[in-house]
């Protein structure tokens, strides 16, 4: 008697049926990633309207390359290098030599980490962070979002952005002396 297996379909497996216009398919991978990927384009671009239109044009980009992957990096390196140019492109029309400015989100984070247990000190420390963050250019904030929040190694975020290896530890590297620098200065006020 033959099993039939209730495991979950691959990442590949998915775009490979999303390739053939299998509607199913494709959503199970907007599912899954779909609330990372609006998070990524969100923290890139701060502005959530404009997020929520190119998380659908990202998905409609996967819709329409699903048959041109070729496994060179994973489903997941290839869905975010989508989402990272449709952003890098956002920002290029609507942002032009300018950082995006504060949204609601910035606000809910503040407004959720600290219980009224926790000190003002504690409050202070994260309003610094996410001000540091925030002053970072977009290439250097996406190379620090894409390490810390979502996991990705130094070779999967160089396919993502369609750089050297290089150019990701350069840019963390900066990022993260600009954001200590940043939090020890105010420290020190």
């Known amino acids: 008697m033959m099993q039939v297996s209730n495991a979950p379909l691959l990442d590949q ?13 494709f959503k199970q991978l907007y599912q899954r990633y779909q609330q990372a990927v609006f998070n990524y384009i969100l923290r890139l671009i701060h502005d959530e309207v404009a997020a929520e239109e ?9 819709w329409q390359g699903a ?8 489903v997941k390196t290839w869905i975010f290098r989508i989402a990272h140019f449709q952003a890098v492109s956002w920002l290029r029309k609507n942002l032009p030599g300018k950082h ?6 910035d606000d809910e984070l503040l407004a959720t ?23 970072l250019s977009p290439s250097h904030r996406s190379v620090v979002e894409l390490t810390f929040v979502h996991g990705f190694s130094q070779n999967e975020i160089a396919e993502i952005l ?20 940043s939090l020890e200065n105010d420290e020190s006020k």
Request: some cysteine; glycine content about 2%.
């Open 13 to 25: 497996e998915l775009l490979q049926k999303t390739a053939g216009r299998d509607e199913k398919a």
């Open 113 to 135: 980490e600290p219980s009224p247990e926790e000190t003002l000190i504690e409050k202070r420390k994260i309003e610094r962070m996410l001000i540091a963050l925030e002053n």
């Open 67 to 74: 048959a041109d992957f070729r496994s060179q990096a994973s």
């Open 54 to 62: 190119l998380l659908q044009d990202v998905f409609f980009a996967i």
């Open 100 to 105: 995006a400015q504060k949204t609601e989100l």
């Open 162 to 181: 369609k750089c050297p290896a290089g150019t990701v530890k350069s840019r963390m590297s900066s990022a993260l002396k600009y954001l200590a620098a």
